[in-house]
């Protein structure tokens, strides 16, 4: 788990630099990476000039290039070499076919070959950086500013920032972040428009999916949570889009936590323009708040690998920890005939990441016993994309909200 600042941004152990030779003079510059990977070692400057060829020799020999020319030209490069990546060559192809084998889909090999692909594919695109001033601005032709989205990401500039290096796929990721921040997802479980959208914050999960939330608003909710004195728990609140659901149907008293400062920071500003500010109370905490709750609501990561990156947190529980952690506190922590409520893909369990068996003895080592599911199919498009390296299992997916109860109450 990454260290964070005060402002909600991951920290390095300590500042990295970047390192290069400009008209003969050695220059250097902060390191920002979200991912959290080491500055390259080498760094030679690229221009207008620069070729996609060259531009991917250089990348795939862990040497950075640092552009100097013109902004649209970078994102040009950024696409060409994309393409590469790709598309490798037939004699790559050719040999690959003879050297390796190609593992059976619906394995946890297949899983992890994908994500091998996935992390060497960003690796090499991420070579292609960018130059920051101080204020984050960039003296690029055709820059666009996005000084309002890095500080939304990394904080204000104070008198002590300094000039950074960042990949420019990291910038465009802050860039789209920072559009999803402004125009926000509309989430047909709260309402009616124009009050029931989610405004995602950079580095926090984004309601895209819409079908979990549907379920959260669809699952018959305890009698007990809908009294006065009611209270819910939301663990991992994230965006705060099932406090929202949960404060909209009527629970008097809802208890957001989660441990990333950003997710706090979204999730109180999406309940303030919501208007449930008041039923909501957030937390920085893993997992439980003290004392009980009719009703525990978790949403945890669906896929039990490592996370490379922040943002890969909401995707990948490494060892299935958060999971297992709201499993084994469930039952100390529901009042008297309440029940917990586990939202959750089988996605791992078509991914060979999980098996049913195995998640219905953890039900059962922790005291829990099943009182109904809800089913729902994802929509998405992955789901229908038969060129997608998961398709097979993406197609069989389903999502489900798991209701728990302590066994024998």
């Not at 609501?297 to 490379?308: I, K």
Request: hydrophobic share 40%; with cysteine.
């Amino acid at each position: 788990m990454p260290v964070h600042s005060p402002n909600g941004t991951p920290d390095a152990p300590a500042t990295a630099y970047v390192h290069w030779v400009h008209d003969g003079l050695p220059k250097q510059a902060v390191w920002r990476s979200e991912r959290q990977s080491r500055p390259p070692a080498q760094v030679v400057l690229a221009d207008d000039t620069t070729t996609a060829d060259v531009a991917c020799r250089h990348a795939c020999a862990g040497t950075g290039l640092l552009w100097v020319g013109d902004f649209q030209n970078a994102r040009q490069l950024l696409q060409a070499m994309a393409r590469r990546c790709d598309t490798p060559p037939q004699r790559k192809k050719r040999s690959s076919k003879v050297a390796g084998h190609q593992a059976a889909p619906g394995t946890a090999e297949a899983f992890h070959l994908h994500r091998q692909s996935q992390a060497q594919r960003a690796r090499v695109l991420g070579m292609l950086l960018m130059p920051l001033g101080a204020d984050y601005g960039m003296a690029l032709r055709r820059a666009p500013d996005m000084r309002q989205a890095c500080e939304h990401a990394w904080g204000p500039p104070t008198p002590d920032t300094q000039p950074s290096v960042t990949s420019l796929r990291e910038l465009l990721g802050l860039s789209s972040a920072e559009e999803w921040r402004r125009v926000g997802v509309e989430v047909p479980a709260l309402g009616a428009p124009p009050h029931n959208r989610i405004h995602p914050h950079y580095g926090v999960f984004s309601p895209v999916r819409g079908e979990y939330v549907a379920l959260v608003a669809q699952a018959p909710i305890p009698s007990a949570a809908l009294e006065a004195d009611g209270v819910a728990f939301d663990l991992g609140v994230g965006s705060g889009v099932l406090s929202a659901v949960l404060a909209r149907r009527g629970i008097a008293q809802v208890v957001g936590t989660d441990l990333s400062p950003r997710a706090l920071d979204c999730a109180r500003a999406n309940l303030a323009q919501l208007g449930v500010d008041r039923q909501v109370s957030l937390l920085q905490t893993d997992l439980f708040p003290p004392d009980r709750a009719a009703l525990v609501v978790c949403n945890p990561p669906w896929l039990p690998a490592r996370a490379s990156s922040p943002i890969e947190q909401a995707v990948y529980d490494e060892g299935s920890r958060m999971l297992r952690g709201f499993l084994a506190g469930l039952a100390t922590h529901l009042a008297p005939q309440g029940e917990g409520w586990l939202i959750m893909s089988d996605l791992a369990e078509h991914l060979g990441l999980r098996t049913r068996a195995e998640l219905m003895d953890w039900f059962a080592s922790s005291g829990l016993s099943v009182l109904g599911r809800l089913d729902t199919r994802p929509a998405h498009p992955k789901a229908t994309r038969s060129a997608d390296a998961l398709h097979a299992a993406r197609a069989a997916e389903v999502t489900s909200l798991w209701r728990l109860g302590v066994a024998g109450g």
